[in-house]
């Protein structure tokens, strides 16, 4: 079993900064494949970044390429969310998912098994 815990979520303003961390549990974290996903009141979770387990490989949303940065350190089970020139349309809670065999596929939720609980990011304008 996997555990994930997302720390970092807060109120900022439009343009400002936030960086979100995701605590993993269990020894195998550096074989994992990560993705942060976001969800917003009235609409489906979907999918913010995703980074290989090595760390060589990162995928973006196109609404957030440029402006967010996902990276992983292994000696630390923890994988962050640089969030940088915040916009209100980036409110959502964010969550953090765990693929421990990566399927060929980190863009839809469901091929990933474990999820944090997620943490809110509010953007005001």
């Known amino acids: 079993q996997v555990q994930l815990v997302e720390s970092g979520g807060g109120l900022v303003q439009a343009g400002g900064s936030l960086r979100l961390s995701c605590a993993a549990s269990g020894r195998a974290f550096s074989s994992y494949t990560m993705g942060w996903f976001r969800q917003a009141p009235g609409t489906e979770r979907s999918f913010v970044a995703g980074i290989s387990w090595s760390g060589g490989n990162t995928y973006y949303a196109d609404s957030v390429k440029g402006r967010f940065t996902i990276s992983r350190d292994n000696a630390k089970n923890t994988v962050y969310l640089q969030m940088n020139s915040l916009k209100p349309e980036d409110t959502a809670v964010y969550y953090c998912?765990?693929?421990?065999?990566?399927?060929?596929?980190?863009?839809?939720?469901?091929?990933?098994?474990?999820w944090g609980q997620g943490t809110q990011v509010t953007v005001s304008s």
């Open positions: 998912a765990a693929q421990p065999r990566y399927s060929g596929n980190l863009y839809q939720p469901r091929e990933y098994n474990y």
